[in-house]
């Protein structure tokens, strides 16, 4: 059972350019968090989907992001316009919750660190 | 608001040594509490988890330790190794929302 891929695990971009970060989660998982990891700091929450809806963004900014979960296929984090203070790690994460059954496990992927020059 | 607060931000310890971890929470709501151990380099994995339930809980060298009452919880690393050198999260969860503490550096010195 294959753990959550994420892809790419690096990702070099300039100025105004987009960045677009895959997920997939671990099998039969339908739910899927977005987190970012400055350096020394902790995980900052930016979004949670399950398939074809968006559940809570609320950690997300308005501008400049959006997320995706597909009924096939990966969940996509986008960044336009990219900027240099959203060079970050980028860590997805999975969970088998559903609903009235509360395991409360996250599996998190290994993360795609994005560099903005 | 942080929903989570973790101290101390950074600890290092003699091998051999016992690490000790706080959190504190505000919500009484939430009702599971893992703790998540990061490599660098690597996503963070669950180490060790508690619900509100237990007052401890113990898994090799690792244990929780659970106050409902104060709404605080702590993460004790027994005879800690340098392979134990990582840095460690807290969180508390309900449903699907989780709340992460930010992190504690731990560095276990040979």
């Known amino acids: 059972n294959a753990g959550v891929m994420q892809n790419p695990r690096h990702l070099v971009r300039r100025r105004g350019q987009e960045a677009r970060l895959r997920c997939s989660p671990m099998?039969?998982?339908?739910?899927v968090y977005w987190y970012r990891q400055l350096p020394e700091e902790g995980l900052k929450f930016m979004v949670y989907l399950q398939k074809e809806n968006i559940i809570d963004e609320s950690g997300m900014p308005k501008e400049r992001f959006s997320a995706e979960f597909p009924k096939e296929g990966p969940s996509i984090l986008r960044i336009q316009q990219v900027v240099r203070g959203d060079s970050a790690a980028y860590f997805c994460?999975?969970?088998?919750?559903?609903?009235?059954?509360?395991?409360?496990?996250?599996?998190f992927g290994e993360g795609s660190r994005l560099t903005v020059l | 608001q942080q929903q989570v607060k973790q101290s101390p931000q950074s600890l290092i310890v003699q091998k051999g040594g016992i690490s000790i971890i706080n959190c504190a929470y505000e919500n009484t709501a939430f009702d599971y509490f893992p703790w998540y151990q990061q490599f660098p380099g690597k996503g963070p994995a669950l180490l060790i988890a508690?619900?509100?339930?237990?007052s401890e809980k113990k898994e090799g060298r690792f244990t929780i330790s659970f106050n409902k009452s104060a709404k605080q919880f702590s993460l004790h690393i027994m005879d800690s190794q340098p392979g134990d050198s990582a840095t460690y999260f807290c969180a508390a969860s309900k449903g699907n929302q989780f709340y992460f503490g930010t992190g504690t550096s731990l560095t276990v010195i040979p």
């Open positions: 994460a999975s969970s088998p919750y559903s609903a009235g059954r509360n395991t409360g496990e996250l599996f």
């Open positions: 099998k039969g998982h339908s739910h």
């Open positions: 508690i619900r509100p339930d237990v």
